[in-house]
T-cell receptor, first 114, second 114 residues
């Protein structure tokens, strides 16, 4: 079965650089979520999109922005990177009409900021 | 604020021992409940979920969990652990009145000694 695809899997950036993370949801899933998992921490919700509109916003810094495109893939844009942004960034997708909001997680993008 | 508490951060068991990991959440409204497992270096995988019906749910790999609404709890159990169960386990809650995002507990690192 198709799973959530994230790219790149690993990314190394310098401080103050920008990064773009991509997420391709499972086919026919209409909702995408972004989570950030710092070293030794639990995943923290950043932002979500339903049918290309932002549906919820969590602890996402103002330096980050995201959007969902017409083909339902999503991109997380991160600017003015800081050392503390080093983390594993997960994307998850779901179908709103599934009834239980089960979210399927991608493999994550490991971002290292030097 | 919505929160999820996992009682133990590290658990060490011998093979064939029984496992119970505690999870409590802070809120009395309608919730969907999940347990995810994260093997070293891998992404989150769903073990089991509860959204309605029988409060005792069975998941993959012999895991089960019981939803006790009066205690706001959703504890994970397995009668006999195996070395391959070594992983980190996250309880996650969707507080439905606050959108579709998941709020994760801090995680429990399980190490099973062979």
């Amino acid at each position: 079965a198709a799973g959530v695809i994230q790219s790149p899997r690993h990314l190394i950036k310098e401080k103050r650089e920008t990064a773009t993370l991509k997420c391709y949801p499972i086919p026919r899933h209409d909702t995408v979520y972004w989570y950030q998992q710092g070293p030794g921490q639990d995943p923290q919700f950043l932002i979500s999109f339903y049918e290309k509109m932002q549906s919820d916003k969590g602890s996402i810094p103002d330096r980050f922005s995201a959007q969902q495109f017409s083909d339902y893939h999503s991109e997380l844009n991160m600017s003015s990177l800081e050392l503390g942004d080093s983390a594993l960034y997960f994307c998850a997708s779901s179908r709103r009409d599934s009834g239980d909001n089960e979210q399927f997680f991608g493999p994550g993008t490991r971002l290292t900021v030097l | 604020a919505q929160s999820v508490s996992q009682h133990n951060h590290h658990v060490i068991l011998s093979e064939a021992a029984s496992l119970e990991l505690g999870c409590n959440y802070s809120y009395g409204g309608t919730v969907n409940l999940f347990w995810y497992v994260q093997y070293p270096g891998q992404h989150l995988q769903l073990l089991l979920k509860y959204f309605s019906g029988d409060p005792l749910v069975k998941g993959i790999k012999g895991f089960e969990a019981e939803f006790i609404k009066s205690k706001f709890s959703f504890n994970l159990r397995k009668p006999s652990v195996q070395w391959s169960d070594t992983a980190e386990y996250f309880c996650a809650v969707n507080f439905m009145e606050y959108g579709n995002k998941l709020v994760f507990g801090a995680g429990t690192i399980l190490r099973v000694k062979s």
